[in-house]
């Protein structure tokens, strides 16, 4: 999927659950759940948002897990939009003060791999690269030793994140400096037969008054969700979480895309907003009063108080979007009104971004190994 994100010279990560289907919705020995800690930074790590250009009341940024290499534990970016686990680390050639990284002298464990690089190029300009190598690295108490991951010796440094796990679907593969491609396992892959079942869930209520997040694995909890969950199949032959999305509803009033043959969205931690066709964010907008793009932002009063409600096509199944509508200040007019950013944003290529602002909404199961996702109403 080029358009969401290039790898030129490689580690290509992508996720796959060799996974039974029986799904239980407790935890279980060997399960685990994740705390979400988010960013005071505004993406400077290389996803695309508005939040460069937003300066939000709530706490917007980067989902973050407490990632160990070796014995250094870092905040690391948890990506379902992305493909590979990778760390700013000791090799960088710039500066690193103040900045989150992974100190490669420290570590009696990494052992690099002669002759593999990795380079990574973000649809926002950032990018990540550097040499491939393996160590220690551990997530939920779970330890994986001789984990594949890039040490990056350039890219965009950052004072909150330190890289990216990528949770992707399929197999990752690495490049040597010959050009040959050799498999090779994700952390995601090591850690599925300590799971009881290889799959993980994402609850990420956010805003005012949210409970906490978190991801959990090897199990689904039920007081994360409201209903039944519903399952959606996914679109093969991609890395991404992707699936059919051809309608939506608008103040309950339905309406097909028209605007794109595709008809595709994909779910995506690692972007911010909810980045929809320009039909469909027009159709919503036309709602807000006082709602206006500026350039390709839609912005609105920031005294708004009322929206329309949105329902999204997920595969069939219908999902709300009901939280993080107003994505905080924005700028002021000359006569002092006060603007703010939406959460809902226009995406121009063939597949929508269903990220954070959709997930703020609903709780969604990835299982890859079912070629599934699925989802349900947040308990909030």
Request: net charge negative; hydrophobic share 40%.
């Amino acid at each position: 999927m080029p358009q969401i994100r290039l790898l030129l010279v490689t580690l290509l990560h992508l996720l796959y659950f060799a996974a039974a289907l029986a799904i239980e919705e407790r935890a279980t020995p060997g399960s685990f759940s994740l705390p979400i800690s988010r960013a005071s930074e505004k993406y400077q790590a290389g996803k695309r948002s508005i939040t460069s250009s937003v300066s939000g009341t709530h706490a917007h940024g980067d989902i973050l897990v407490d990632i160990t290499f070796g014995s250094q534990t870092l905040p690391i970016l948890f990506d379902t939009g992305s493909t590979l686990l990778w760390v700013t680390s000791t090799y960088y050639t710039g500066s690193l003060s103040g900045d989150f990284y992974y100190n490669i002298s420290a570590s009696t464990t990494w052992a690099q791999i002669p002759g593999y690089t990795y380079s990574i190029h973000y649809v926002s300009g950032s990018n990540s690269t550097g040499v491939v190598g393996t160590d220690n690295v551990s997530m939920g108490g779970i330890t994986v030793p001789g984990t594949v991951l890039g040490a990056a010796n350039s890219g965009t440094p950052s004072t909150a994140v330190a890289g990216f796990i990528g949770m992707p679907r399929g197999s990752m593969s690495v490049k040597n400096s010959a050009g040959t491609t050799i498999n090779k396992n994700t952390f995601m892959q090591n850690i599925a037969s300590s799971l009881p079942t290889p799959i993980f869930a994402v609850y990420l209520p956010w805003g005012s008054g949210a409970a906490a997040s978190s991801i959990d694995f090897g199990y689904i909890d039920s007081s994360k969700y409201t209903g039944t969950l519903s399952t959606v199949p996914l679109i093969s032959g991609t890395f991404a979480w992707a699936f059919t999305s051809t309608s939506y509803y608008v103040n309950g009033v339905k309406h097909s895309v028209t605007s794109t043959t595709n008809g595709k969205a994909i779910i995506d931690t690692g972007t911010t907003v909810l980045r929809v066709y320009p039909e469909i964010a027009s159709t919503f907008y036309a709602g807000v009063t006082g709602a206006y793009q500026d350039g390709t932002i839609w912005v609105f009063p920031c005294s708004t108080t009322t929206f329309p409600s949105l329902t999204l096509d997920v595969g069939g199944v219908q999902a709300p979007v009901s939280y993080e509508i107003n994505f905080g200040f924005y700028t002021t007019l000359p006569n002092g009104t006060r603007i703010c950013g939406g959460g809902i944003q226009v995406e121009t290529s063939s597949e929508m971004i269903f990220g954070e602002v959709f997930l703020a909404s609903n709780y969604v199961v990835f299982n890859d190994a079912a070629s599934t996702i699925q989802i349900a109403n947040i308990v909030f």
